[in-house]
């Protein structure tokens, strides 16, 4: 009876895949270096680990140097170095939207940079092959106006699958990105978390997998365990560069962020059985995200809600305007609103800076059951509102007529995103508290 979470990105379909495997006799080691102060950078036999998985899962041409890997604790905690050392406070860097959120506030509490949007939109243009498609005219374009504005722009965010779209930008236009960059000699960080959560057969391009880079030293690669590996709460992030004065400078950062001894020998052992990873955990887990993905996409087009074509990511973006009583944010945030009341929670487009009202972030990695139960209870809550305008009818075709000159535009409204960020975290971790109080409640009644 509580709040069902589709909000939040994380990997819940192969539990019982991992358990399984940390539960083996090779997981129960402890010997003393694990327990004493390591390298800031990671330790050593883990970083070889990572080279060699990276090598062989992101189809390097060559094998990938563990000199030239630094482990965090998560991607936060790469992002929030990279701000700091590759810019200076009021930098700028461009970040096609929507995208990811969360980006802002780490690149802003350590760096003091801000994003500079590359808007993408749902209107396919003459030029276009399918909606929200990045181009490099729309980079220059972004790049152009942050000049006017006196933003110096010093760096390109991509990621790669994307959060939320879930596409994979294909292999000529990731070259095109970076051809771009490097006429203007920006640092490009290639975001790669969802790397191995590709769910059907589109070819996905990783940037380790070019045989030559236009400008390898500002060229930054980062993933980690929490997506593919369903490991949010182990929080650890890797970052791949081969700029040497990159890399001295984020170890002094990293003794910030380090992960615990144990945690880097466990993740080891993950990385090196190629067996389980290749015949048990990869082809389960494409398995069971594919499924997953399908139940959702059926459920939402029976009700009538369009969903962009995604190829990776846990989550789908699905298209509620015609739902919102008007084209604003301030409808898209009273729709979220509803949403919660009907004590469902997904993510409103703002939260990931969308410059269209009306589109919805729904993650689909949770049980089948669950699934079900989210579409049972969007069809209730539309339907309840669906009543409500059939019996209002009368009067909102006669309100409609008289306002039909003050129609709103679809323009960002006056809202800090900040705010609804804020909020939109609050509330989540608030519907959390609240669910798990009342599954307590029901424990002990028990």
């Known amino acids: 009876q509580g709040i069902l979470n589709l909000g939040t990105s994380e990997n819940k379909l192969c539990y019982d895949l991992i358990q399984e495997r940390l539960t083996r006799p090779d997981m129960n080691y402890l010997?003393?270096?694990?327990?004493?102060?390591?390298d800031t950078q990671g330790i050593e036999s883990f970083r070889e680990e990572i080279a060699k998985f990276l090598t062989e899962y992101a189809k390097a041409p060559k094998?990938?140097?563990?000199?030239?890997?630094?482990?965090?604790?998560?991607c936060c905690a790469v992002f929030a170095t990279l701000s700091t050392v590759?810019?200076?406070?009021g930098d700028g860097y461009l970040i096609p939207t929507p995208y990811y959120g969360g980006i802002n506030s780490k690149t802003w509490l350590y760096g003091g940079i801000q994003p500079v949007h590359v808007p993408l939109y749902s209107e396919v243009t003459d030029e276009e092959s399918h909606p929200f498609q990045l181009t490099v005219e729309k980079l220059e374009a972004a790049l152009q106006r942050a000049k006017e504005q006196g933003i110096r722009v010093r760096a390109l965010i991509l990621i790669n699958p994307?959060?939320?779209?879930?596409?994979i930008y294909p292999a000529q236009l990731l070259k095109?990105?970076?051809?771009?960059?490097?006429?203007?000699q920006l640092h490009v960080i290639l975001d790669e978390i969802y790397m191995l959560s590709v769910y059907d057969d589109t070819t996905f391009t990783s940037v380790l997998s070019l045989d030559c880079l236009p400008d390898p030293e500002r060229t930054h690669f980062m993933w980690g365990f929490s997506k593919d590996f369903g490991m949010c709460g182990i929080r650890v992030g890797v970052l791949y560069t081969r700029?040497?004065?990159?890399?001295?400078?984020v170890n002094q950062l990293a003794v910030f962020h380090g992960c615990p001894g144990p945690v880097q020998y466990v993740l080891s052992q993950f990385l090196s059985d190629r067996d389980w990873l290749d015949n048990v955990y990869f082809p389960t887990n494409k398995k069971r995200l594919r499924e997953a993905q399908n139940i959702l996409v059926d459920g939402l087009t029976e009700i009538g809600i369009p969903v962009f074509k995604s190829s990776g990511g846990l989550y789908v973006w699905a298209d509620f305007r015609k739902f919102l009583k008007s084209q604003t944010f301030e409808a898209e945030m009273e729709?979220?609103?509803?949403?919660?009341d009907e004590k469902l929670l997904i993510s409103p487009g703002k939260a990931f800076c969308c410059y269209e009202p009306g589109w919805f972030r729904m993650v689909f990695s949770d049980s089948i059951d669950n699934i079900y139960l989210g579409i049972q209870r969007l069809?209730?809550?539309?339907?309840?509102?669906?009543?409500?305008?059939v019996e209002n009818k009368k009067s909102a075709v006669e309100d409609e007529l008289s306002n039909s000159e003050n129609e709103p535009s679809m323009i960002h409204t006056n809202t800090p995103l900040d705010e609804v960020l804020e909020v939109y975290s609050d509330m989540k971790r608030n519907c959390l508290l609240k669910s798990f109080m009342q599954l307590e409640t029901k424990q002990n009644m028990i």
């Open 63 to 74: 094998a990938l140097n563990p000199e030239h890997i630094v482990v965090m604790s998560g």
């Open 243 to 249: 700029s040497h004065e990159i890399r001295k400078a």
């Open 162 to 167: 994307h959060n939320p779209l879930g596409d």
């Open 31 to 38: 010997e003393p270096h694990l327990l004493q102060y390591s």
């Open 86 to 89: 590759l810019c200076d406070p």
């Open 176 to 184: 095109e990105c970076l051809e771009f960059a490097h006429r203007y």
């Open 335 to 340: 729709l979220w609103w509803k949403f919660l």
């Open 379 to 389: 069809e209730q809550m539309l339907q309840t509102e669906n009543d409500k305008a």
